[in-house]
């Protein structure tokens, strides 16, 4: 009789591994997806992503994550934010009281970031540096802060900018290769309210060259 009081008195042991097998047996794909992202992201997932698009992202944060994550704990850190020099905010301020002037980092053959030099604008379209022409063009405009910059390369007669968008893309080399950012921007607008009425073509072609544009600007702000 006590031997048998002793067992019946012993805490019951669950077999976990089998109550985990049991429950995610009753996931669908999809399902599993979701709970893998949400363990990785620590949000869910949104609606307009597909199973590959899930698992991408999914193995993207694991190879990445952590890089981003100490990324972004040293950006935080005050004691290593980069100040400007006085001649550098000289220069700033000078190019926001000029009107036939522009601002210009000048990349040279030598790798060297020249500092930055207020350059005087001729045909609206045009600098010389080093006694070379180079484009200006206002879609090539760089904001940084409160002022407005070109970043020439020397090697290059056009400006840096994002208007080659459709070369890297065919290169291979865009950074947002499923065009994310413009699916959920235009998903986002027919989703929203609680009305379903149809949306006009013409303002989802509006919308979509609103959303490319803005997914032109977060790419640069990644690269940066």
């Keep these: ?24 047996s009753k996931l669908s794909q999809m399902q599993l ?3 893998m992202y ?5 949000k869910k997932p949104d609606k307009i992503l597909d199973a590959n698009q899930l698992f991408h992202r999914i193995l993207y944060r694991q190879k990445f994550g952590k890089y981003i994550q100490d ?14 020099s006085s001649k550098f905010k000289s220069v700033f301020k000078k190019s926001k009281k000029k009107k036939n002037q522009i601002l210009v980092w000048f990349l040279n053959i030598k790798n060297e970031i020249e500092h930055p030099q207020l350059y005087p604008i001729y045909s609206s379209n045009m600098v010389i540096i080093k006694n070379r022409p180079y484009q200006v063009d206002p879609r090539s405009f760089w904001r940084m802060g409160k002022y407005t910059c070109q970043v020439i390369k020397g090697i290059d007669r056009r400006p840096v900018s994002n208007l080659d968008y459709n070369e890297i893309q065919k290169r291979g080399d865009s950074t947002d290769s499923d065009e994310f950012l413009i699916k959920a921007a235009l998903q986002a607008v027919m989703m929203d309210g609680k009305t379903k009425k149809p949306i006009d073509k013409k ?3 509006i919308i979509g060259i609103i959303a490319a544009a803005a997914l032109i600007f977060f790419m640069s702000q990644g690269a940066a």
């Design 33 to 35: 997806l979701h709970k």
């Design 1 to 24: 009789m006590n031997k048998a009081k002793k067992e019946v008195s012993r805490p019951e042991i669950k077999d976990l591994a089998k109550e985990y097998l049991s429950d995610i």
């Design 71 to 84: 990324t972004e704990k040293f950006l935080k850190d005050k004691k290593k934010k980069f100040k400007w």
């Design 203 to 205: 303002v989802i072609i």
């Design 38 to 42: 949400f363990n990785v992201y620590k």
